[in-house]
């Protein structure tokens, strides 16, 4: 039985245009994990300080924020396959740039901060546009599936990308971590020029930009399990993920380590998310009441955290964030998922925009806030802090919003059947 649970997760590979796509990303995110990491150590190495490593999350998720609901509107109305194309090439630009700065050894930390903010503006107009465009390749039937597989391939390179970024980062620098990642582009650009996607569009009145953002709002008040899912994310965002910026210091200043340790740890996380999304993400998109699983989760993720916080050794570090990792993607992948199954067909992109600047966009505020109080307090208690109110926010949401614990998802009005499979 979860052999076969298992398998038909993997069902949408089936679909040519959709395979072919997921193999550019794979070999993109692994280069995008690279530059991850390499940056974050960049920046640590000309500054020491978690406030600067703070700083650059904050430029990097700004546009998030700022740009989340204008960019939804814009891929709901716009071909979504020709604006992945821009921003992919315009991100692979801006990997070479700052690979050439790091070459030339003429690098400064304000150069870091630009290119960041170009970074975060180009990937504000590009998540929202590629989750939905997962839908236009696998169908809605298929869409959560094909959410997981994308995030099992995200996760996959969470795992490979930053160890790897410590051994090119140890033996060649971190220029070539950037070189490598403006490459890996490439393989996803050409895949999107090849495929074909069936983008589906709901009826265009003519309605102005505001009109559209006004009509997701409006649906949105009168969904309480899709604002359960926005703030289960938010919860996640802020006192988890923003947490990992921290890494460069706790790597450097907790384990005495270099960048080798930083790769260990990432990739430990990495791997405890691509176990999940394998294993646990299928099964638990078969159980009854997800709103109970994906509270426990994020329970779960703050007890590891507290007691991350508390060891002064690689492999029990390496342990805690492998075991937080397990928890993440059943929170935002199956959010991601779930959004686009209960929005009408015409607002899927409107509605995972707003999902990314509610939650992601909320990553500036927590980046600067961890960063400073990092930078007074230390990491370890940082950590110890923001483990313990995830432990307490999960708890809080199960006791206090009503329905959460016995809720059944119950497909929306956007399902449609999948494009059929294409053997090639």
């Not at 814009?74 to 801006?94: C, E, F, P, S, Y």
């Not at 370890?380 to 199960?398: C, D, E, F, W």
Request: net charge positive; aromatic share 10%.
């Amino acid at each position: 039985m979860l052999f076969r649970t298992i398998k038909q997760g993997f069902s949408p590979l089936k679909l040519y245009n959709f395979r072919l796509y997921m193999s550019g990303q794979a070999v993109s995110l692994i280069g995008t994990w690279l530059q991850i990491t390499a940056q974050s150590w960049v920046v640590w190495e000309l500054t020491h300080s978690e406030a600067a490593l703070g700083v650059v999350s904050m430029l990097g998720a700004l546009p998030i924020l700022l740009l989340g609901l204008w960019v939804g509107v814009l891929a709901d109305r716009v071909n979504r396959r020709l604006l992945l194309i821009i921003t992919q090439a315009g991100m692979m630009l801006l990997a070479f740039t700052l690979a050439l700065l790091v070459q030339l050894k003429v690098v400064q930390l304000w150069h870091v901060y630009v290119l960041s903010t170009l970074l975060g503006i180009f990937s504000a107009i590009d998540f929202p546009t590629q989750q939905a465009f997962l839908g236009d390749l696998a169908g809605m039937s298929e869409v959560r599936k094909a959410v997981n597989l994308n995030a099992m391939f995200l996760q996959a390179s969470r795992m490979v990308g930053p160890a790897l970024a410590g051994w090119v980062i140890g033996n060649w620098g971190a220029a070539t971590a950037f070189w490598i990642n403006g490459v890996s582009f490439l393989a996803v650009i050409g895949s999107l020029l090849t495929v074909q996607a069936h983008q589906a569009r709901g009826h265009n009145s003519g309605a102005s930009v505001f009109s559209d953002l006004r009509e997701g709002l409006r649906f949105l008040r009168g969904q309480p399990r899709i604002q359960d899912l926005l703030l289960l994310s938010i919860c996640i965002t802020f006192f988890a993920l923003s947490l990992m910026n921290m890494m460069p210091a706790f790597a450097a200043e907790v384990l005495a380590g270099n960048a080798k340790t930083l790769g260990y740890l990432l990739a430990s996380s990495g791997a405890g998310a691509f176990i999940s999304t394998i294993f646990l993400l299928p099964v638990a998109q078969t159980r009854k009441r997800v709103g109970l699983l994906m509270g426990l989760a994020v329970i779960w993720a703050g007890l590891f955290f507290v007691l991350m916080s508390f060891f002064h050794w690689l492999p029990l570090a390496m342990g805690c964030l492998f075991a937080t990792g397990l928890s993440l993607p059943l929170v935002i992948a199956m959010a991601m998922g779930l959004i686009q199954v209960l929005s009408p067909l015409q607002m899927r992109a409107r509605l995972l925009s707003l999902f990314t600047m509610v939650s992601f966009g909320l990553q500036p505020l927590a980046a600067i806030l961890i960063g400073v109080a990092s930078e007074s307090y230390g990491v370890a208690r940082v950590m110890t802090i923001n483990g313990s109110l995830l432990i307490i926010t999960g708890l809080g949401m199960l006791a206090l919003r009503k329905g959460l614990r016995d809720w059944q998802v119950q497909p929306g009005p956007a399902a449609m059947p999948a494009p059929a499979a294409v053997s090639h």
